[in-house]
Nanobody, 114 residues
Framework: QARVVESGGGLVQAGGSLRLSCVAS???????SGWYRQAPGKQRELVAS???????EYGDFGKGRFTISRDHDKNTVYLQMNDLEPADTAVYYC?????????WGQGTQVTVSS
């Protein structure tokens, strides 16, 4: 059964780092993978994305601090987050997209304390 599972969230102090992982199972020909986040009372927003040709995009808030990468063999996408700020506190969701549909994970909580 196709599914997307995120991991790596947690509690970190401001200035710290976290690495999120997103594994896609039984999903083939993924063309687009993205990390999104949603803070309480706010809309979900794009954090970073990567295509099957390794073209990347970042939300303005993450440029210079976040890096998205993927391991094609493991069907895994990573989000390295450095110099975290309290404003980065949110649930982080991974999306994996084929030509037919987009699959979402259940989300992983990231909390940054000041």
């Amino acid at each position: 059964q196709a599914r997307v599972v995120e991991s790596g969230g947690g509690l970190v102090q401001a200035g710290g780092s976290l690495r999120l992982s997103c594994v896609a199972s039984d999903i083939f020909s993924i063309g687009f993978s993205g990390w999104y986040r949603q803070a309480p009372g706010k809309q979900r927003e794009l954090v970073a994305s990567i295509t099957n040709t390794d073209s990347t995009e970042y939300g303005d808030f993450g440029k210079g601090r976040f890096t998205i990468s993927r391991d094609h063999d493991k069907n895994t996408v990573y989000l390295q987050m450095n110099d975290l700020e309290p404003a980065d506190t949110a649930v982080y969701y991974c999306a994996q997209e084929t030509s037919l549909r987009r699959y979402w994970g259940q989300g992983t909580q990231v909390t940054v304390s000041s």
